[in-house]
């Protein structure tokens, strides 16, 4: 067996037009895959055949000598000689059937995929569309955390319990749906002492200094809102201010636009006016080198469904920095609690609430940005144990160093690229050993149809493990604030900031804010009391907006 890669330069680069996560997770796998396979030929599926000039071009740059074959449209049936596709995202679907229509087999080779982001409309159709389409049991889509692979579970399930309520269907051919985690390459994230200093210099870091860095795209609606870390760095500020020690905050990444990077620089002055906060650029080696070496803290609390693994906490490891990330996703799965830094709770609410953000965005009413911002404005962070995660580390260098090295040696051991290919290079093994064996599975799913557009969920009930805990009617809530009046002047403050307004359709009014604070001020309650004085009709959607005001940090869990 020999891998194919399916190859398009603006799948393996981060030197494009427009950078995303898969941008970089396809560069650092080429890079891995180039370093570490132990393959005896390489192959690429492409389009084009310069395309396949440019990947042989590649093959070349990394200091391999083995032999380079392309296959295009026109000959495709030569995948056969090689064995197994490897696709770069989790549509295989339209592979199979362009494998039955070349071939005239569906056993010829194997396909093999992988799940970037799975909330966009297109990834979930892709998904999705696996039941219909002629994928095999020697097929395979990566997961890249256990809580992705519930959500791509959940799309699958849906759409087998649609179709069997339609169709009566009693067979399943199902792809198997492995978890392997990206991988990075950990020696790009050491950096020596002199590089530490200088990298303190460029940052104006004194010793009192603790710096805090954020890497990645600076999107509050479809990356990580930044509230919650803003909120936890105030307090931690406030709670060092007697020690004589001060905070900078790097954020390293690039706003799309100027309204989003004043919504940054509004809200910052705003919830953290007593931390500096730096910009820097991530689209710039330089800038980066700068951010990485010369950090003391590494923090990403995200909260977005378009997350699906989060490769920074990782890198992050990797440079020995402590970490304080949101207990969501991916995450859940590379971070050790108490071990590399600390997970701080999600809380989301439960599964029945969202129905109306799902069909606003599948009937294009929501652009996938405000899907994902209306979301996320519904999913919140606990910003109490944020900042005490944060003070923990700023107060101890030696818990800031073990956890550094802790985590760094659990990067270099289960996160390195010579680690994760072999662990691909083992799941396309055992795929060609189904496949030779020719095997099929069966499934027979239940009646009940759940979800009548599989494909256009709930997000609450499809991401539902992305949280630490669902917002339920027992859960019980209780003023952030000292008193009524302190709660409704820093609810109408934070109504002003861009970042919070963008949406208004997830919020309730102004009557309703007023009658849930109200009920808050009575004390400590369970979150279904919140709602006593609403009028039916509106007491799903005001419950749910129970999760706003713990987002915003008004109402906490008791």
Not at 338 to 360: H, K, Q, S, W, Y
Not at 450 to 464: E, G, K, L, N, T
Request: with cysteine.
């Amino acid at each position: 067996m020999k891998t194919v890669i399916y190859y398009h330069p603006e799948a393996y680069t981060t030197s494009g037009p427009k950078l995303m996560g898969r941008n970089a997770a396809g560069e650092s796998f080429l890079r891995g895959f180039l370093s570490y396979s132990k393959t005896t030929a390489f192959w690429a599926q492409v389009q084009k055949p310069e395309h396949g000039q440019h990947f042989a071009a590649q093959v070349k740059a990394q200091g391999r000598t083995e032999p380079v074959n392309a296959v295009t449209p026109q000959n495709l049936s030569a995948l056969s000689q090689a064995g197994m596709v490897y696709y770069p995202g989790p549509g295989i679907g339209q592979h199979a059937f362009h494998r039955s229509v070349a071939s005239g087999s569906h056993a010829a080779w194997s396909l093999c995929g992988i799940t970037h982001t799975t909330s966009s409309a297109g990834a979930m159709d892709a998904i999705s569309e696996l039941i219909t389409a002629p994928v095999q049991p020697w097929d395979a889509v990566i997961c890249t955390s256990t809580a992705v692979k519930d959500n791509v579970s959940k799309l699958l399930q849906a759409q087998v319990n649609m179709l069997q309520e339609r169709l009566g269907i009693g067979k399943l051919v199902l792809p198997m749906l492995p978890v392997i985690p990206l991988g990075i390459h950990t020696q790009d994230f050491v950096f020596t002492d002199a590089q530490k200093n200088a990298a303190r210099q460029k940052l104006k870091a004194k010793d009192n200094t603790l710096v805090v860095l954020f890497m990645g795209r600076l999107s509050f609606h479809a990356k990580a809102h930044p509230l919650a870390m803003y909120q936890a760095l105030q307090m931690a500020a406030q709670k060092l201010k007697t020690a004589g020690k001060k905070i900078k905050l790097v954020e390293c990444g690039w706003h799309a636009n100027e309204f989003i990077e004043k919504a940054y620089r509004d809200a910052a002055l705003q919830a953290c006016p007593d931390v500096e906060v730096i910009t820097l650029d991530g689209r710039k080696a330089e800038d980066r080198e700068t951010a990485w070496a010369g950090a003391d803290v590494f923090c990403s609390l995200s909260d977005n469904i378009q997350e699906t693994f989060g490769i920074v906490p990782i890198e992050a490891m990797a440079a020995g920095l402590p970490v304080v990330v949101s207990d969501w996703d991916g995450y859940k799965d590379t971070v050790r609690h108490d071990v590399d830094g600390f997970r701080i709770n999600t809380t989301m609410p439960e599964a029945g609430l969202a129905t109306d953000l799902a069909l606003r965005h599948a009937l294009e009413i929501d652009t996938y940005d405000m899907y994902c911002g209306h979301t996320c404005s519904l999913v919140s962070v606990d910003i109490d144990q944020a900042a005490n995660a944060f003070v923990k580390l700023f107060e101890s260098s030696s818990l800031r160093q073990s956890m550094g090295a802790a985590g760094r040696q659990r990067a270099q051991e289960v996160y390195d690229w010579k680690v994760i290919i072999a662990q691909y290079e083992a799941l396309w093994a055992e795929q060609e050993s189904v496949r030779l064996a020719a095997l099929q599975s069966t499934s027979t799913p239940p009646a009940k149809l759940v979800h009548p557009w599989p494909a256009r969920m709930d997000p609450f009930y499809a991401f539902a493990n992305y949280p630490t805990q669902a917002l339920t009617a027992s859960t019980v809530l209780c003023l952030a604030d000292v008193s009524l009046e302190a709660a409704t002047a820093r609810i109408q403050t934070y109504q002003g900031m861009a970042m919070v307004s963008f949406a208004k359709w997830v919020q309730p009014s102004d009557a309703e804010i007023a009658a849930v604070l109200k009920q808050a001020s009575n004390g400590p309650q369970a979150a279904l009391e919140f709602v006593t004085h609403i009028d039916d009709a509106r007491k799903p959607f005001v419950f749910r907006t129970l999760a706003w005001f713990l987002k915003l940090g008004i109402l906490k869990i008791q």
